[in-house]
C-alpha cells in the first residue's frame, strides 16, 4: 500500500495570544520569530499512517508545501517518526496561498509522486482551518473521499474507516484510491521518535520540487474570486466577576445569580 | 431559475436544523442581492412528506423535494452526486451549505465539480457591492477574516450553530418532487454501521451544558459532571484532551474542531480556555468558570469565576441544585 501524508508547518496554535499578530499586508499570521510545528491534526494522520506501515508494510511518504527552508525541521520530524521518505514543494509563497491554491499544487505533485493508494491529510489545519484540502484533492484525483476519519479499522481492500459524526460514529467503506482527512481520536497520538530514528531520519531521501515543476489539473480554482478583505483581531473585555470566599459561600452566590438570571 | 439553492437535509427524515440556519442565512442576502431562495429537499423516508412545510414557514416557497433511499445519514457521495445534478439543471448562483458533518465531505467537491468559487465554515452571511461577504474565524478563533466573492456561482459553507433558526414567516409554497437514478454500487464510499453515542440531551440542543476539561484528571471527574448536568436536565460537554484521551467520546468535543454550542448557561470546569475552546462556547448566553488557576484565560470570557479545585465546589454544587428542587 502507497501512502502519502500532506503535512503543513504552521505557527504554533497554542502560543499565548500576546504574541499573536496579523500582518496588513498579507493579511496572514505573522509568523517572524514565532516558533514553527507540524500542523495539529497533521501530525494524528501521519501517526495513522505508520500504523499501517507498522501492520502491513505500507510504504509512507510525507509530501509538504512551503518555503523548503523553513520546513526542514517539520521534515525531519516526520522521516524521524517513521516515514520513509519526504517531497517538498518548494514555494515561498505557500504560507498566503489559499486552501484551494494549495490542494491544487498538492494534487499536481501527488499525480508527479505516481499511484498512490490512500493519501491523508489532517481534518483541518491549525491556522485558517478551511477544511477543504482534503476533498479538492479527491476531485483532482478523482479519488474517494471521507472527512474526520479517527481509525482505519481495517486496513487491506477496501479499507472500513471510522468517521465522526454529530452523534457519534460512522463506519465507511471505502474504495481506493480514497483521501482521508483525520481528526485525533487516542488511538492516533502521534508517536516521539527515538534518538536512534532522528539519526537515520538524516539519510532518508528529500527531494524537493519547485511549483513550475508540476502542472496542476485543467479545472478551474474554486480559490479564485475570493478575496480576503480583512483579518481582525476582536477585542475581549473582561467583565468576569469572582464570587469570593470559601467553597460553599462561592456555591451559595452561583446559586444565587442563576436563580436572579432564571437559569435555575 | 433559483439564484440562491439552499441544501437542506432530512436524512431520518425530518429536516435538519441546520438547514433552518441555512434560511437565514440566505435570507440575509438575498434582499440586498436581489436574489431569490430555492431549497433543495434530500432525504428519505415518509418524515419528507412534512418538511416542506417547515421550509415554507420559514419563509421559502420553492421547494424541490428528492426522495431517494440512499439519501440517508452519513451517505455523502449519494448527496453529492444528487446535489451536482440538481445544480446542473437549476444553474444557482449561490448555493449554501451545512458544514455539518455531511456538509464537511460536500461542500469543496461540489464547488470543484460545478466550477464554482468557495468559501467554508463560514458563521455569518452579508452583502456588499453586488459580492456576497462571508465571515469566517480562523487562528483558532483568535481573529476573524472577512471574504469578499464576486465570483458566480459561488458556494458557501456554514458553521452549524452560527447562525439562529429564522423567526416563522411563512408563505404559500411549491413542492416539486424530482426523481433521480442512482446505482447504489456507483457509490464509492458507502456506510456499512452506524455507532450511535447515548446521551440524554443533546450536546447541541441543551440549555445547560457543563464543559470539562484536562483539569478534570480522568473519567471519575466527568461522572461528577455528568450528576452535575443532570440535576440541571443540561448536557455533558469537554474541551479537547478529555476527547483526545478517550475520557468522553468524540462527539462531546466542544469548539472549534467539535461542537459550537449556544446553551443559556455554560459552565467550563477544569478549561484553560484556549482560543480554540472558546470559538465553540462563546455564543452563550452566560458563562461560569470554575478553575484553580486565577491567571486562566477562560476568566476573560467567563461571566461569573470561582476560583477553587472543581473538586471542592461540584460535589456541594450539586447538593444545593439538588435540595432546591428537592431532589
Ligand atoms: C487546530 C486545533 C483545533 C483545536 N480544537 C479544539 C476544540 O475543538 N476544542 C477544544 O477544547 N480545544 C481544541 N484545541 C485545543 C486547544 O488549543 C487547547 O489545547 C485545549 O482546549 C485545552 O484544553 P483544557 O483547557 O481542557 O486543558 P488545559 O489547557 O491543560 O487546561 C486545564 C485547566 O484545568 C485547570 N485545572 C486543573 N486541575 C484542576 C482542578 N482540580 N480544579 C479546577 N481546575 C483545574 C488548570 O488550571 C487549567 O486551566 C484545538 C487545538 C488546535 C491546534
Given at each position: 500500500?502507497?501512502?502519502?501524508?500532506?503535512l503543513?508547518?504552521?505557527?504554533?496554535?497554542e502560543?499565548?495570544?500576546?504574541?499573536?499578530?496579523?500582518?496588513?499586508?498579507?493579511q496572514?499570521?505573522?509568523?517572524?520569530g514565532?516558533?514553527?510545528?507540524?500542523?495539529?491534526?497533521?501530525?494524528?494522520?501521519?501517526?495513522?499512517?505508520?500504523?499501517?506501515?507498522d501492520?502491513?508494510?505500507?510504504?509512507?511518504?510525507?509530501?509538504?508545501?512551503?518555503?523548503?527552508?523553513?520546513?526542514?525541521?517539520?521534515i525531519?520530524?516526520?522521516?524521524?517518526?517513521?516515514?520513509d521518505?519526504?517531497i517538498?514543494?518548494?514555494?515561498?509563497?505557500?504560507?498566503?496561498?489559499?486552501g484551494?491554491?494549495?490542494?491544487?499544487?498538492l494534487?499536481?505533485?501527488?499525480?508527479?509522486?505516481?499511484?498512490?493508494?490512500?493519501?491523508?491529510?489532517?481534518?483541518?489545519?491549525?491556522?485558517?482551518?478551511?477544511?477543504?484540502?482534503?476533498?479538492?484533492?479527491?476531485?483532482?484525483?478523482?479519488?474517494?473521499?471521507?472527512?474526520?476519519?479517527?481509525?482505519?479499522?481495517?486496513?487491506?481492500?477496501?479499507?472500513l474507516?471510522r468517521?465522526?459524526?454529530e452523534?457519534?460514529?460512522?463506519?465507511?467503506?471505502?474504495?481506493?484510491?480514497?483521501?482521508?482527512?483525520?481528526?485525533?481520536?487516542?488511538?492516533?497520538?502521534?508517536?516521539?521518535?527515538k534518538?536512534?530514528?532522528?539519526?537515520?531520519?538524516?539519510?532518508?531521501?528529500?527531494?524537493?520540487?519547485?511549483?513550475?515543476?508540476?502542472?496542476?489539473?485543467?479545472?478551474?480554482?474554486v480559490?479564485?474570486?475570493?478575496?480576503v478583505?480583512?483579518?481582525?483581531?476582536?477585542?475581549?473585555?473582561?467583565r468576569?466577576?469572582?464570587?469570593?470566599?470559601?467553597?460553599?459561600?462561592?456555591?451559595e452566590?452561583?446559586?444565587?445569580?442563576?436563580r436572579?438570571?432564571?437559569?435555575? | 431559475?433559483?439564484?440562491?439553492?439552499?441544501?437542506?437535509?432530512?436524512?431520518?427524515?425530518?429536516l435538519?436544523?441546520?438547514?433552518?440556519?441555512?434560511?437565514?442565512?440566505?435570507h440575509?442576502?438575498?434582499?440586498?442581492?436581489?436574489?431569490?431562495?430555492?431549497?433543495?429537499?434530500?432525504?428519505?423516508?415518509?418524515?419528507l412528506?412534512?418538511?416542506?412545510?417547515a421550509?415554507?414557514?420559514?419563509?421559502?416557497?420553492?421547494?424541490?423535494?428528492?426522495?431517494?433511499?440512499?439519501?440517508?445519514?452519513g451517505?455523502?457521495?449519494?448527496?453529492?452526486?444528487?446535489i451536482?445534478?440538481?445544480?446542473?439543471?437549476?444553474?444557482?448562483?449561490v448555493?449554501?451549505?451545512s458544514?455539518?458533518?455531511?456538509?464537511?465531505?460536500?461542500?469543496?467537491?461540489?464547488?470543484?465539480?460545478?466550477?464554482?468559487?468557495?468559501?467554508?465554515e463560514?458563521?455569518?452571511?452579508?452583502?456588499?457591492d453586488?459580492?456576497v461577504?462571508?465571515r469566517?474565524?480562523?487562528?483558532?478563533?483568535?481573529a476573524?477574516?472577512?471574504?469578499?466573492?464576486?465570483?458566480?456561482?459561488?458556494?458557501?459553507?456554514?458553521?452549524?450553530?452560527?447562525?439562529?433558526v429564522?423567526?416563522?414567516?411563512?408563505?404559500?409554497?411549491?413542492?416539486?418532487?424530482?426523481?433521480?437514478?442512482?446505482?447504489?454500487?456507483?457509490?464509492p464510499?458507502?456506510?456499512?454501521?452506524?455507532?450511535?453515542?447515548q446521551?440524554?440531551?443533546?450536546?447541541?440542543?441543551a440549555?445547560?451544558?457543563?464543559?470539562?476539561?484536562?483539569?478534570?484528571?480522568?473519567?471519575?471527574?466527568?461522572?461528577?459532571?455528568?450528576?452535575?448536568?443532570s440535576?440541571?436536565?443540561?448536557?455533558?460537554?469537554?474541551?479537547?484532551?478529555?476527547?483526545?484521551?478517550?475520557?468522553?467520546?468524540?462527539?462531546?468535543?466542544?469548539?472549534?474542531?467539535?461542537?459550537?454550542?449556544?446553551?443559556?448557561?455554560?459552565?467550563?470546569?477544569?478549561i484553560?480556555?484556549?482560543?480554540?475552546?472558546?470559538?465553540?462556547?462563546?455564543g452563550?448566553?452566560?458563562?461560569?468558570?470554575?478553575?484553580?488557576?486565577?491567571?486562566?484565560?477562560?476568566?476573560?470570557?467567563?461571566?461569573?469565576?470561582?476560583?477553587?479545585?472543581?473538586?471542592?465546589?461540584?460535589?456541594p454544587?450539586?447538593a444545593?441544585?439538588?435540595?432546591l428542587?428537592?431532589?
Amino acid at each position: 500500500m502507497d501512502v502519502v501524508v500532506c503535512l503543513k508547518q504552521v505557527v504554533d496554535p497554542e502560543l499565548p495570544i500576546r504574541d499573536f499578530a496579523v500582518d496588513p499586508g498579507t493579511q496572514r499570521q505573522v509568523r517572524d520569530g514565532r516558533p514553527l510545528v507540524i500542523s495539529t491534526y497533521d501530525e494524528n494522520a501521519l501517526e495513522v499512517a505508520l500504523q499501517l506501515k507498522d501492520a502491513s508494510g505500507a510504504k509512507v511518504k510525507v509530501l509538504t508545501l512551503g518555503p523548503a527552508a523553513a520546513v526542514s525541521e517539520a521534515i525531519r520530524l516526520a522521516l524521524a517518526m517513521g516515514a520513509d521518505e519526504a517531497i517538498v514543494v518548494d514555494d515561498p509563497r505557500a504560507p498566503e496561498l489559499s486552501g484551494a491554491e494549495k490542494a491544487r499544487t498538492l494534487a499536481a505533485a501527488i499525480r508527479r509522486i505516481g499511484p498512490t493508494d490512500l493519501i491523508l491529510t489532517g481534518c483541518e489545519s491549525a491556522d485558517w482551518a478551511e477544511r477543504v484540502v482534503a476533498p479538492l484533492l479527491a476531485e483532482d484525483l478523482g479519488a474517494a473521499c471521507v472527512t474526520f476519519v479517527s481509525r482505519i479499522e481495517a486496513g487491506d481492500g477496501a479499507p472500513l474507516v471510522r468517521r465522526l459524526v454529530e452523534d457519534g460514529h460512522h463506519l465507511v467503506e471505502v474504495r481506493l484510491p480514497a483521501v482521508l482527512s483525520v481528526t485525533s481520536d487516542e488511538s492516533n497520538r502521534p508517536r516521539l521518535p527515538k534518538v536512534k530514528d532522528i539519526m537515520a531520519a538524516k539519510r532518508k531521501p528529500v527531494q524537493t520540487w519547485s511549483p513550475g515543476d508540476l502542472t496542476p489539473a485543467s479545472a478551474g480554482d474554486v480559490g479564485a474570486g475570493v478575496e480576503v478583505r480583512g483579518v481582525v483581531v476582536p477585542e475581549r473585555t473582561s467583565r468576569c466577576e469572582f464570587l469570593t470566599g470559601e467553597p460553599v459561600e462561592q456555591v451559595e452566590a452561583l446559586v444565587q445569580r442563576l436563580r436572579d438570571q432564571k437559569l435555575l | 431559475m433559483p439564484d440562491i439553492l439552499v441544501v437542506a437535509t432530512a436524512p431520518d427524515g425530518t429536516l435538519s436544523r441546520s438547514s433552518l440556519e441555512l434560511v437565514a442565512g440566505a435570507h440575509a442576502i438575498s434582499g440586498p442581492l436581489g436574489l431569490g431562495v430555492t431549497a433543495v429537499l434530500l432525504g428519505s423516508g415518509p418524515g419528507l412528506v412534512d418538511a416542506p412545510q417547515a421550509l415554507h414557514r420559514h419563509g421559502v416557497a420553492r421547494v424541490l423535494r428528492v426522495d431517494h433511499p440512499l439519501l440517508t445519514a452519513g451517505e455523502s457521495d449519494a448527496y453529492l452526486r444528487v446535489i451536482e445534478q440538481v445544480a446542473r439543471i437549476e444553474r444557482p448562483e449561490v448555493v449554501l451549505i451545512s458544514a455539518d458533518t455531511m456538509g464537511r465531505d460536500l461542500a469543496a467537491r461540489l464547488a470543484w465539480r460545478l466550477g464554482a468559487a468557495l468559501v467554508t465554515e463560514c458563521s455569518e452571511l452579508a452583502s456588499g457591492d453586488g459580492a456576497v461577504v462571508a465571515r469566517r474565524q480562523v487562528y483558532g478563533g483568535r481573529a476573524v477574516a472577512t471574504m469578499a466573492v464576486t465570483r458566480r456561482p459561488a458556494v458557501f459553507s456554514m458553521k452549524p450553530r452560527s447562525l439562529d433558526v429564522p423567526a416563522p414567516s411563512p408563505v404559500a409554497g411549491t413542492v416539486e418532487d424530482l426523481t433521480v437514478e442512482m446505482d447504489p454500487g456507483d457509490l464509492p464510499t458507502r456506510v456499512r454501521q452506524v455507532l450511535r453515542e447515548q446521551s440524554d440531551v443533546g450536546l447541541e440542543d441543551a440549555q445547560v451544558v457543563i464543559g470539562g476539561g484536562r483539569g478534570m484528571g480522568g473519567p471519575e471527574g466527568f461522572a461528577q459532571l455528568g450528576e452535575l448536568a443532570s440535576t440541571l436536565g443540561g448536557a455533558v460537554g469537554a474541551s479537547r484532551p478529555p476527547a483526545d484521551s478517550g475520557w468522553v467520546p468524540l462527539s462531546w468535543q466542544v469548539g472549534q474542531t467539535g461542537k459550537t454550542i449556544r446553551p443559556a448557561l455554560y459552565v467550563a470546569v477544569g478549561i484553560s480556555g484556549a482560543t480554540q475552546h472558546v470559538a465553540g462556547v462563546s455564543g452563550s448566553r452566560m458563562i461560569v468558570a470554575i478553575n484553580r488557576d486565577p491567571e486562566a484565560p477562560i476568566f476573560s470570557v467567563a461571566h461569573l469565576g470561582i476560583v477553587a479545585d472543581f473538586r471542592e465546589v461540584v460535589p456541594p454544587l450539586i447538593a444545593k441544585i439538588k435540595e432546591l428542587k428537592g431532589l
